[in-house]
Structures are given as C-alpha cells and as structure tokens.
C-alpha cells in the first residue's frame, strides 16, 4: 500500500515536470528531494544582543508569547523541523561571535505552527509540549506535521510561549512587525499569556511600546526583541538554490520592523533572493550572519555553535545531507582596513574556513558597497555628496582593489558585482541620492506652526512605502526627514496619514513640499535606506542567480 506521504511527493514531482522545471526549460534542472529538510521561511533570524544585553524579563511580564509571521517557499510544505537555541550572537563589535547568550536557560511552555487562516496546530519537542533550552548552549527542535500540505508562498506563523524569573536573562531575536499582524504579549502567569493569544488581543504595550517602535539601541533604548524560533525547515524541496550566506548589515540593517516587506523581508539581499522572477525562481537563504558581522570572526573562535546546529541537522535528520546546496560570501564591509593585504586577509579567512569545513562546495563571492563621506545637503543629491575617501572610493580607493581581487579569487567559483546596481548613474564614486527617488508631494502642511508644539503625522500620497524614510521641502529652499512608522488611515483620494517617528516642532510653510525617497537610513551614509533597497534590487539582475548553481 502506497502511503499518504509517498503520494504527496509523487504529486509535487509531477506538478514540477508539468511547469518545465525538471526539464530544465529555464535553468538548470531543479532535482525535487522532498524528504529533505531545506530552509523554508523568510523572516527568521538568530538571538542577538548588544554589549548591554541580553535581554531581562520585567516584573510582571515574566511569562511572554510572541506571534511571528513567516513567508513559505514556492512550493508545497507539510514536515517541520524548528530549531530554538539558547545562544546569542553579538550584534556589532565583535559580531557574530555567540558572547551575549543569558545565564539563565529558556523556558518554552508551548509552541504553535499558524496556518494562513489563523488556526494551528502544536509543535512538540521529542513528544512534548514544553521544552528547556539550556543556556549558552542549548539547542531544541519542535517539529510538526500538517494534515495537510501548506500551500506554496504563503504565509504562516510561529507562536511561542515561554518564561523565565523576574529579572532573569533571556534571549531575543525579532522585533515585532505590526504592519504583518505580529503581536508580542506578556502577563504574570501562563494563563494570562494563553488568554491573551486566544483573543489575539494588541500586543502588551510594556513589551511594543510605541516611543521605542522601530528603533535600535541597547537594551533601554531599542525596540525590544521578543524570543523565537532560530530557523524554520521543513521538507518538500523541489530541487532550486538553497544559499547559506555570511553577510553583515547589509543582509537586513537598517530595515528594523516597519518597513520589512509582506514576507517579512529585510534588507538588500534578502529581499533580492525573495524575488519570484519568472525565470530563475525564489531562493530563501539561510543567513549565518548579523548586523556588524565581520568576516575574520565567522566560522571561528566563539562564532560555531550555529555551524554545529546546522551539521546536526544534516547528520540526524538529512541523512548526512546539509541544509543548504551552495555558499554566498556576502561580507566583508566591516574588515575594512587601509592596508588592503589585511582586508583580504580578513574576508579571505573565512572561505577559506568553510572549504575547509565542507571541501567542494561551490562559493560565490560578492564585491563590498562603499561608506559615503558625507553630505551638504542631508543626501538629497549626489552632487552633495563630499569626495568618497581613499578608503571607500569604489574606483581608485583601496575599496578598488579589494572588490577586484574577490572578482579575481580563485576561491570562488562565481562572483557578482554589486557596486553598480547601488551607486549613481551621474558618479561611480558616490552612492545613490534621494533625488533619484521624487515621490510627489505633501498634502497640506502638517503641525501647527508655533515652533513648539511637537507633530506626529502627516498626509502623503498613498503610494509613499510604510517604514520608508522620506525628505520634504518644509521651507522653500530647506529640507527635512522623517520616517514612516504607521499607516493611520487611508483617506480616500489617494492619500494616507502616516504616523512618523520624529516627533519634532518642525514649521512646515511649504504646502504641497516636494517629497523624496531616501537612499540612506541616516547621516552615517553606510546602510541603505528602504527606497535605497529597492533601487539596489530592482536593479541587481536576477540572472545572477543563476551562478548559486555548480557548473555542470
């Protein structure tokens, strides 16, 4: 007798032979292993900390649940493995080394797979509903099998319940995306938490408050970090590109929680990879990194329990088989030094680390963006961008010869450059500007006009993307930014009231203000801002996918 699963598997062979992917019709042939778990959800990220946290439990809110959303891949799901961990990278410093795990163990109390229409279904831990996750070390993986098949590219959730001592330390890892209905509630005892999860009542406000939204910092200044699942897998594979990435901010800093995409996605290269492009697919990597990530620390001293969590998979429940089919070496920014041997030297070591670790994988490199000098002008234009230092300057600077010796390195077998798709068409040595980017005007003129009464919203053209940050002509001749935060309402003629995050008693006597998309996130001019993002992406062509594939 022919078994239900063995059916489903026989049908997703056949729905990929029937849509030309096994043929080969636009890329090389994808060879479905359906019994193999394989990453299988956007969105998830590693427990961090900065060098104040980790993070504490409050008096009071001791017993937690976090509601995460996820993005599935474009195939049919049903078995899956959920690994949560006790660990935690640094975040910045001395990142990704695993220095800033609690001292306390994590206590999960339940675990809930979501379906798309809000029901679910429990996750068990060897059988069991709860689970202790021993600190600093610990690894525990939930698993659960649908009914029915998740449909391909849907989205679904994760719902964790765990706790821990007043005062105690635990792990964090995900700042909840209210725009994608995540929730993050905390209460005194189980039953509190249960209740309020079962009402799927608004977030407790102690834990999301709304001065902290969207924000990073330290402990007492940050957006707090609710507690989650590590990584999501599940089995059903249609054969496509499963990348594992070391990457630093650029993976997903500084999108934080407004701006994340229906998916959940962050960032430049998450977001590229996502792309459902007609002929080379979506990909959803698996990222090893973290914002401040440095290559000379991956895969190294303090950065490996990740590395054994991932090989314990392959060898416990992939039948030897990894998790991943290809390496994309994506970092590097951050060991940057004006000697360029030592640059190398220090992006180098860790590819030469992972052959060592998996000899024959096939690597793909990834050219550095440049940290602008600064701006006259806020980053409204490139022309007021100031001269790109020896350093940082992409044509002539050190940065020159470093991204043209990963071109040339024979560690990798492809590389991508992806200077071009960020930088300025007018300059090749400075980066993109908001000019590049006019999204129309302002309704009206938001505030009051005294000077000192604060304001937090404002009236935009619908168009303008949550989370975005934007610059407007608030006087003739002088500009100004905030950003995006909240969609209050849609007003019916094309426009929305945003709530924005800098609550400033700005004069605003330009009605009608020329509006701009910002490139950058700030003045610091390194990391991408959210119409800085979409412009890399839309740009980068997808046809680079196709060198995640080994040559035949």
Request: with cysteine; net charge negative; glycine share 10%.
């Amino acid at each position: 007798m022919v078994s239900a699963r063995i059916k489903r598997n026989q049908r997703r062979v056949a729905s990929y032979i029937g849509a030309g992917i096994i043929a080969g019709t636009s890329h090389p042939p994808w060879v479905p292993d359906a019994d193999r778990y394989m990453p299988a959800a956007t969105r998830t990220r590693w427990p961090t900390g900065s060098t104040t946290n980790p993070w504490t439990y409050p008096a009071g809110l001791n017993y937690q649940c976090s509601k995460l959303f996820f993005g599935s891949p474009d195939y049919p799901t049903n078995d899956f493995l959920i690994p949560f961990v006790g660990f935690a990278l640094t975040e910045g410093g001395n990142a990704p080394q695993e220095t800033q795990s609690p001292n306390a163990d994590m206590l999960i109390d339940e675990a809930f797979f979501v379906f798309p229409d809000g029901s679910e279904e429990p996750i068990l831990f060897g059988g069991n509903v709860a689970a202790t996750v021993t600190a600093a070390t610990g690894i525990v993986y939930g698993q659960v099998t649908l009914p029915e098949d998740l449909p391909a590219w849907s989205i679904f959730g994760i719902r964790t319940v765990y706790h821990g001592a007043e005062g105690a330390q635990r792990c964090g890892a995900y700042r909840i995306q209210r725009h994608r209905g995540e929730k993050y509630w905390g209460g005194a005892d189980l039953a509190t938490v249960q209740a309020l999860a079962a009402a799927n009542e608004p977030s407790t406000a102690a834990l999301d408050p709304d001065n902290l939204y969207n924000t990073i910092g330290n402990a007492t200044n940050s957006q707090i970090m609710a507690y989650g699942p590590a990584l999501v897998l599940a089995k059903g594979w249609d054969g496509r590109p499963a990348p594992l990435l070391a990457g630093d901010s650029l993976i997903e800093r500084q999108e934080i929680a407004a701006s994340a995409d229906g998916r959940g996605n962050m960032g430049m290269h998450r977001r590229w990879f996502d792309q459902r492009d007609p002929v080379w697919g979506s990909y959803i990597p698996l990222v090893m990194g973290v914002p401040g990530e440095h290559n000379e620390f991956e895969l190294a001293t303090n950065a490996l329990k990740r590395w054994d969590l991932i090989d314990n998979i392959a060898a416990v429940y992939n039948s030897g088989k990894p998790v991943w089919t290809c390496f994309g070496d994506l970092g590097g920014r951050n060991d940057n030094n004006t000697t360029l041997s030592l640059w190398q030297s220090r992006k180098f070591g860790l590819d030469d680390r992972f052959i060592a670790r998996y000899p024959g994988a096939h690597m793909v490199g990834m050219t550095i963006l440049p940290t602008l000098a600064g701006s006259s002008d806020g980053g409204r234009t490139v022309a007021g961008y100031s001269a790109t230092s020896a350093l940082w300057n992409p044509v002539t600077g050190t940065l020159a010869s470093m991204n043209a010796s990963i071109i040339a390195s024979p560690k990798f077998a492809k590389t991508i450059d992806i200077v071009p798709a960020f930088m300025s068409d007018s300059d090749p040595t400075k980066g993109a500007a908001a000019e590049l980017t006019p999204l129309g005007n302002v309704t009206g003129a938001p505030g009051n006009q005294d000077g000192v009464t604060t304001w937090d919203s404002m009236v935009l053209p619908s168009e303008t993307l949550l989370g975005a940050r934007i610059m407007f002509e608030y006087q003739v001749g002088l500009w100004t930014s905030r950003t995006l935060v909240e969609r209050i309402s849609e007003n019916g003629d094309g426009t929305t009231t945003f709530r924005v995050a800098e609550v400033l008693p700005t004069i605003v006597s330009n009605p009608n203000a020329a509006l701009l998309g910002h490139a950058y996130t700030a003045a610091d001019y390194v990391h991408p801002a959210l119409y800085g993002v979409l412009r890399f992406v839309s740009r980068l062509p997808q046809s680079h996918k196709s060198k995640f594939y080994p040559d035949p």
